[in-house]
């Protein structure tokens, strides 16, 4: 008898030994995967320049019974602002302004380009070129410009410096695409401006261009216009969306690593996060359109503002989104 209970506190004991064994290993490798996320979000995000700005509807310029409408729809808008600052600050003109429309759903990603001289009214400034609002009062003024000129719900917005944009063009590879003889010449020059000693673009036709070389192919304005300039710029950021979506996700890790110092943001970790899981779906998609688009009925002031009626525009911005209805598309 006296055998058996020894037997069975032995068993016991070892039971008892394996159950904390257990324990430990289970506390080891929590703690392991604590340490691994942690590391990977100071990885991916410890250089992010974050902004809260809030979500006060009356500052933000959004219509609370529009949002009632469009609100579980799964569309997130986002602003996209680009300011040519010299320096590495995120102020100025913002010579590029996109309203981002993610589609949870069908993996759509819309990129609708306003263009810098279309005339918009800026509270407290009146009308003036859609460009202004960002410099008069940061992305706050800027976005309540978008929301009110176009009746959108837009919370969030990023912004880059053009000045950083070589750096992320680097980051990914630099970019392939097709550019005439003009637009070559027209670029080279504009480094001999900005970057003198930067390589220039040997040929025309269809090239692999480095950050700087992509980022004057950005700039180009005179050549034609700002509608074009917009059409240029969509050109590079087709190109990197692609290449995103190529990535392997160690490559994707130190892309994203490198990237986030470039950018301000409003967006918090998780939503960042959440927004870019979007890329995962098997129908993820990149649509573009501009105001004015080809259909757009406008004029120019004195000032060579792109004039255009923007009640007009904004049901054409909202149908596009919501209802997959494009303006360009010949009745």
Known sequence: MAEKKTTKKTTKKKKSEVKRLIII???????????????????????LNQNDIGNDFSELGIDSSRYDLTKGSNIVNIALFGVDNRGNAF????????IASL??????????????????HVEGYGEIKANAAYS????????????SNFDLDIQDYATINIANLAKVIDA??????????????????????LTPKAPK???????????TQATAYCRIRK?????????????????????AKTLDPIKMAETVHEIMPMVETSLNYNEIISLASILTNSKVHLENLTFPHKNTEYTNNSAWDIVFDLDVAAQE?????YNDINPEDDE
């Open 91 to 98: 102020t100025g003109l913002s010579d590029t302004i996109i």
């Open 103 to 120: 589609n949870r759903n069908t993996g759509a990603i819309k990129l609708i380009s306003i263009a810098r001289d279309d005339q918009v």
């Open 201 to 211: 673009i040997q040929k025309s036709g269809t090239v692999l261009l480095d950050g």
């Open 223 to 243: 050549l034609d216009s700002d509608i074009y300039r917009i059409s240029r710029q969509k050109k590079v950021l087709e190109v990197l969306f692609q290449k």
């Open 172 to 193: 990914a590879g630099g970019v392939t695409i097709e550019i005439t003889e003009a637009e070559k010449n027209m670029a080279n020059g504009i480094m001999d401006e």
């Open 25 to 47: 290993l289970i506390t080891i490798i929590v703690l392991g995967l604590a340490v691994i996320v942690g590391f990977g979000f100071n990885y991916l995000f410890g250089g």
């Open 317 to 321: 911005i909202h149908d596009y989104i």
């Open 136 to 147: 008069y009062g940061g992305p706050v003024l800027a976005i309540k410009t978008l929301n």
